[in-house]
């Protein structure tokens, strides 16, 4: 396997520590995400005291509560932008910097996310309104699955990624009303005729939609 190379998890002495240090530091990601969360007030997990798999769609109040949502692959694709920028980028950076990366930005993120400032921006875009951010449990999922995008990133050839990506775009974009790049292009410079799409499969906008 390819990481096991860039690891060097072999039968030389240093394949446990190395192994041992990987899991400690994304664990101390995770902790970090969930005791910061906590201290400024995000519920542990959903209010309505149940934890989901899957919530089908982002005008439900359980989204960005449970344990995947269409989110879940803009969380993906996190991960596998690392990849495939350092692909293109850097080529020879080590495993363990390209690794580093992944974890310091997707704990940064689900911080950053829930700072004031960025929850007003998002509460400014309609498909948002009314978000007062992630649940605990939501947020180290988050993480979680953009870990597993890095990963499955270093499986694909570079195509493959970028195939991957595509994909998971469209099918967000096309079908929940919301993806990465449409996220990225209403927080930065809201179009309202992207409004007015979104809106269509609103239930609370379109009763029709219930």
């Given at each position: 396997m390819q990481?096991?190379?860039?690891?060097?998890?072999?039968?030389?002495?240093?394949?446990?520590?190395?192994?041992t240090t990987t899991l400690t530091s994304v664990l101390a990601g995770a902790g970090l995400i969930a005791l910061t969360l906590a201290f400024w007030g995000q519920p542990l997990i959903c209010t309505c005291n149940t934890v989901k798999?899957?919530?089908?769609?982002?005008?439900?109040?359980?989204?960005?509560q449970h344990i995947a949502d269409w989110y879940t692959l803009s969380h993906i694709l996190h991960g596998m932008l690392?990849?495939?920028?350092?692909?293109?980028?850097?080529?020879?950076?080590?495993?363990?910097?390209?690794?580093?990366?992944?974890?310091?930005t997707g704990v940064a993120w689900e911080i950053i996310e829930h700072t004031e400032w960025v929850l007003g921006k998002f509460r400014a875009t309609t498909i948002n309104q009314g978000y007062h951010g992630d649940s605990v449990l939501n947020a180290v999922a988050d993480y979680f699955w953009?870990?597993?995008?890095?990963?499955?990133?270093?499986?694909?050839?570079t195509l493959g990624i970028v195939a991957v990506i595509v994909a998971?775009?469209?099918?967000?974009?096309?079908?929940?009303?919301?993806?990465?790049?449409?996220?990225?292009?209403?927080?930065?410079?809201?179009v309202e005729?992207?409004?007015?799409?979104?809106?269509?499969?609103?239930?609370?906008?379109?009763?029709?939609h219930q």
């Open positions: 990481l096991t190379g860039f690891l060097n998890w072999g039968k030389d002495g240093d394949a446990n520590l190395t192994r798999l899957w919530v089908p769609t982002v005008f439900s109040p359980d989204n960005s690392v990849v495939l920028v350092a692909r293109l980028v850097v080529p020879a950076l080590p495993f363990a910097a390209l690794f580093a990366i992944a974890m310091i953009m870990l597993g995008g890095f990963f499955l990133a270093r499986a694909l050839p998971f775009e469209l099918i967000a974009a096309f079908v929940a009303r919301d993806s990465l790049a449409l996220t990225t292009l209403m927080l930065i410079y809201p005729a992207v409004e007015t799409w979104q809106q269509q499969i609103n239930p609370l906008a379109n009763p029709e």
